[in-house]
Structure formats: structure tokens, C-alpha cells
């Protein structure tokens, strides 16, 4: 009972201590601007609201909450020898990577990047750093980076389970542009969690002694125990344009979850061997970057899913409240016919929906490739009439390439008609040239022209 109440103590102590520190807050703030920006696109894409940034940001600082909790039970078993001047080294370069790439505020990456650092420190004994530089040294020499992949791995794991949960639910749909530059429909998923974490540690105290002792510390849990916050990100981003959101949330949560078993054995093999630990650090950063790299070379080898057929036309997207939705039609049917017309494109979808603005009955291919007859009454002032945003065809006026982005591409005001990927003027000639010839061969309208995303591909 006395350690069940020094615990409690301790957690809100540990609590207290997350409110101070400025990382939980920091990340919660990059959350919200990557949600945002991804609401900005779906408006000047397809000029409708899709998605509230704001509700989403809510649902996973709740969702990450939940996977602190799991991670911090698991956590207590494993146990972690970790200061507090280790979490802000681990920050401090979370930081400096997220200058260069988003996807890069992983703890696989600062926590692999820290454990090559070690590795050089220790074969070079007499590097000892003057100054600042001594400091940072002592730190990263201290650091138990067997733990750390550990914590490392049960994130992972995490971090699928949440894939699973709520990965599909923020995807975006988007227009990219084909293998043979004509543009096709798929969608971003793209979702971060702020993780609070409460880890256990072993210190010098005057209370009680732990029941059982943890994996990582040895003796030194004979003295006592305490709580520390450490608030950290975890979250994932995928592009599919030949499976569906939830699909592909799945096939992304089963990697996430194997990735993390791979980390954890290859962690306590670390820390059986300690030669080893520079190889299970090489081992997150390039087991991180495989799957990403293997999920890429999948979509540009999968054929895509939301492509106008002949005969009808492709659902992308339904949009919330709306008829569409109301109706049962789902992304990736296909429309093919209204009131009895055939409606082998979107202009004659559009044609036959005028005819009869009151009423629509139409026919429609599910996945099995059966058709379903849905009918409705259309409301006066109802958003679009139907509410579905169609797969693109060739008079599409928008064709989005997906970019990394970093920290100060978030930060960075975008001036009115600056192109997105602005990286030179030379750029921006080039796209303004291929944007004249889109509208003179394809007779667009000269105010429509290529739209490019900075999000993470």
C-alpha cells in the first residue's frame, strides 16, 4: 500500500513537472500547424471543408494520452536511466531534425543518431569536449541507449495500435499527378500524437523499494524509485492512390507493429551485448526508413484505385452531412447513372442532376462490381447537391506533387500567389510555363493552374 501511494505522489509530482516543461506544448503547437496546413489544401483544392483541424487535434492529444498511459505501465517493467538533461539532449536534437524534415520528430532517429554518437565517444576515450562541449559529451556518454530502443520499440507498437484506430480517419483526398502526367485521385494520412510519458527511474531516496526490479538498472533499484515526465511525438504520414484509407491504415499499422518488435529484440540483445548497441541504433534509423521507402515503392507500382472507368464516374470523397453520404455511397464506387441517364462524366453527372433538382435516383457499382439503386429527395440549399468529390479526368484543374516539408516551411508566411514550392525562381518560371501549356492544350481557365503540397510524402 505504501508504494501504491509514493507512486501516486510521485505521478503527480511527474504531471506537474509535464506542465512545466515547454516540449508537451511545442509539440501540441507543430500538430495543430500540420493540421491546419492540410485543411488550408482541401479548401483551395476542392473549395468545401472536409475536416476540422481543431477536432482533430483533440482527438489525438486524446489518443496520445492513452498511448502514454500504455507505454508508461510497459515502461515500469522495463525501467529507464534517464535524467533530465538526457531528455533535453534527446529534444535538443528532435529539434534540430525536424529543421530539416518533419517526418523526422521520430524518437527512432534522435535516439539511433544519439547511439552512433556514443559508439564514436567511446572508441575516442580522450574526446572530453571544452566548455559547453564537456557537458554535452558527459550527457550523451550516460545515456543507457539500450532503454532507449526499448522505449523506442514499445512506442512503435503503440504507435500501430493507433494507426489502427484513428490513422484513416483524418485522410485527405488529393489530386496527384500519374506515371503518364495525367492526374489521379488518393489520399494523405497523415496523423501525430504528443505522447506524455512517465518513466521510472532508479535514485538514492528515503521511501519504500520496488516490488520487482525492473530490466534496466540492476542494483540500482535497491534504493529507491522515482517518476519523470518526458513528453515526446509519434505519428506517421502515407500516400495511397490504389487502397483505401482504412486499407491502408491496416497494412501501415501491422509494419509500425512489427517494427517495433524488431527494435525491442534487437535492444535487449544491446543490452545483453553491448558491442551491439551501435548496431540496433544503425538499425532504427534504417528499418524506419526501409518501411518508408518499401510503402512508396508500392503506390508507384499499385495501379490506381480512383480513376474514371468508362462507363461512369469514381467517388473519391463524400463529403460529411451531405446526400452523397446520407445515400450509402462510398469512396472508390462508381457512379453510373441519375435518374436513368448515363453519366460516363462528371459534366453529364452534373446535366442530370440539373434536370430533376428536387429528386435523384441513381445507380452505382460497389467494389464487388454489383450495382445498387439509391434514391433521395435534394433539399433546396443543400452543399453541391450530391455532396461527392469525383476522381479526377483530364480537364481537372488541379495535379498536387507531394514535397517534404521542415520546421520553417510551417513557420514560413506564404505570400498571395507565391507558388508552393518556391524553392527558386527558376522553378517558378518553370512551373508558370508548364502551367500555360496545361490551359492552352487543355482550353482551362487561365486563373487555374498546378497546385503542389508541402506535406510529407
Known amino acids: 500500500m505504501d508504494t501504491v501511494l509514493e507512486v501516486l505522489w510521485m505521478l503527480a509530482e511527474a504531471g506537474w513537472q509535464l506542465l512545466l516543461q515547454p516540449f508537451y506544448y511545442i509539440s501540441i503547437i507543430l500538430i495543430m500547424l500540420i493540421y491546419r496546413r492540410q485543411v488550408l489544401l482541401e479548401r483551395k483544392l476542392f ?7 481543431g477536432a482533430q487535434t483533440w482527438r489525438t492529444v486524446l489518443g496520445g ?10 515502461s515500469m517493467f522495463i525501467g529507464m536511466t534517464l535524467t533530465v538533461e ?74 500501430g495500435l493507433l494507426v489502427r484506430w484513428q490513422g484513416a480517419s483524418f485522410a485527405g483526398p488529393l489530386f ?15 496523423s501525430l500524437w504528443p505522447v506524455p510519458l512517465f518513466l521510472l527511474i532508479p535514485v538514492q531516496t528515503a521511501g519504500t523499494v520496488l516490488p520487482w526490479t ?6 540500482a533499484w535497491q534504493g529507491g524509485f522515482q517518476l519523470i515526465a518526458f513528453p515526446i511525438v509519434i505519428g506517421f504520414t502515407e500516400i495511397t492512390v490504389g487502397l483505401l484509407p482504412r486499407a491502408k491504415a491496416r497494412v501501415s499499422s501491422g509494419r509500425l507493429v512489427a517494427y517495433g518488435i524488431v527494435m525491442l529484440a534487437l535492444a535487449l540483445l544491446s543490452a545483453w551485448w553491448s558491442p551491439f548497441v551501435v548496431v540496433a541504433a544503425l538499425a532504427g534509423i534504417i528499418l524506419h526508413e526501409g518501411l518508408i521507402w518499401f510503402s512508396r515503392f508500392e503506390e508507384q507500382n499499385r495501379s490506381p484505385l480512383f480513376v474514371n472507368p468508362l462507363d461512369g464516374v469514381k467517388v473519391l470523397a463524400v463529403l460529411p452531412g451531405s446526400p452523397a453520404e446520407e445515400l450509402g455511397i462510398q469512396a472508390g464506387e462508381t457512379i453510373i447513372k441519375v435518374n436513368g441517364t448515363p453519366v460516363p462524366t462528371k459534366e453529364e453527372l452534373h446535366a442530370a442532376l440539373r434536370m430533376n433538382p428536387a429528386f435523384c435516383k441513381l445507380e452505382v457499382r460497389n467494389f464487388a462490381g454489383e450495382s445498387k439503386f439509391l434514391q433521395r429527395a435534394i433539399y433546396a440549399g443543400e452543399h453541391h447537391q450530391l455532396g461527392a468529390i469525383l476522381a479526377p479526368d483530364d480537364k481537372s484543374p ?9 520546421l520553417i516551411h510551417l513557420l514560413r508566411p506564404r505570400r498571395e500567389g507565391e507558388p508552393a514550392n518556391s524553392g527558386s525562381r527558376r522553378s517558378a518560371r518553370w512551373f508558370n510555363r508548364r502551367n500555360a501549356k496545361l490551359s492552352e492544350d487543355k482550353h482551362r481557365s487561365s486563373s487555374q493552374g498546378e497546385v503542389q503540397a508541402e506535406t510529407e510524402a
Open 214 to 219: 525492473p530490466l534496466f538498472g540492476g542494483d
Open 65 to 74: 494520452l492513452l498511448a502514454g498511459i500504455f507505454v508508461s505501465l510497459v
Open 47 to 53: 473549395h468545401v471543408r472536409l475536416h476540422s483541424w
Open 86 to 159: 538526457g531528455v533535453i539532449c534527446i529534444w535538443a536534437v528532435t529539434l534540430i531534425l525536424l529543421l530539416f524534415r518533419v517526418r523526422y520528430l521520430c524518437l527512432a532517429y534522435s535516439v539511433g543518431l544519439l547511439g552512433v554518437a556514443q559508439f564514436i565517444l567511446n572508441i575516442v576515450p580522450g574526446l572530453q569536449g571544452v566548455g559547453w562541449t564537456a557537458e554535452v559529451v558527459r550527457i550523451i556518454r550516460e545515456l543507457n541507449i539500450p532503454a532507449l530502443l526499448c522505449l523506442v520499440a514499445v512506442l512503435h507498437v503503440a504507435e
Open 398 to 406: 488541379v495535379a498536387v506533387r507531394m514535397r517534404s516539408i521542415s
Open 176 to 190: 496527384f499527378e500519374g506515371k503518364r502526367g495525367k492526374p489521379i485521385g488518393g489520399y494523405q494520412l497523415q
